[in-house]
């Protein structure tokens, strides 16, 4: 039987180690999270398992949560860990894809220059805080309007726009260091 708390008071609950708190704010968010999770990935697992994930770390931080509104802050752990599962497999793709490949000797110097500079990118990008990254990836090597990317991670463009510009600069001052050590 629930107990008829606001969410709120759930996670204060929560904070003191109170399981059936835990359980009633699982109970009350889990299936408005798997079905977002769902939407966005199409995988059943998947979408389970990140939901299962997002509960975890509830429960993993109770003490430390500053939560004012439970329902905005849960959409937010969801959809940073979706973007974190697509950016993963994305990168296992194209992980997989290149080690599949044989780079003939053949090939332009500037191709083989193109994918080095990318390789580098993408290092340098996993480098970054959570969310510039995110930005960046999306915003950049995916090609997406800033504006979509700020209202898909629920920040203002403001904010995308600062954190773009933090990974760019971050991006740019380590690309010319490697420059520098290779010319």
């Known amino acids: 039987m629930g107990l008829a708390l606001e969410d709120i008071e759930l996670l204060t609950r929560i904070g003191r180690d109170d399981h059936q708190a835990f359980t009633e704010l699982y109970e009350r968010y889990w299936d408005r999270l798997y079905a977002s999770a769902y939407f966005h990935l199409k995988d059943a697992e998947a979408a389970e398992e990140l939901v299962q994930d997002v509960f975890v770390n509830i429960w993993q931080k109770r003490g430390d949560l500053a939560v004012q509104s439970v329902q ?26 290149a080690s599949q490949r044989f780079v003939p000797h053949t090939q332009a110097p500037e191709a083989i220059n ?40 629920g920040i203002s463009l403001k904010t995308a726009e600062a954190h773009l510009t933090k990974a760019l600069k971050s991006i740019r001052i380590s690309l010319g260091r490697a420059f520098h050590l290779f010319f």
């Open 72 to 97: 905005p802050y849960l959409a937010a752990m969801l959809r940073y860990a979706v973007f974190r599962h697509l950016d993963n497999n994305r990168r296992r793709r194209e992980h997989h894809h």
């Open 114 to 153: 193109e994918k080095l500079l990318l390789e580098m990118v993408g290092k340098l990008t996993d480098q970054l805080p959570e969310k510039c990254s995110l930005v960046f990836r999306a915003s950049k090597l995916h090609d997406r309007a800033l504006p979509d990317v700020a209202e898909e991670m």
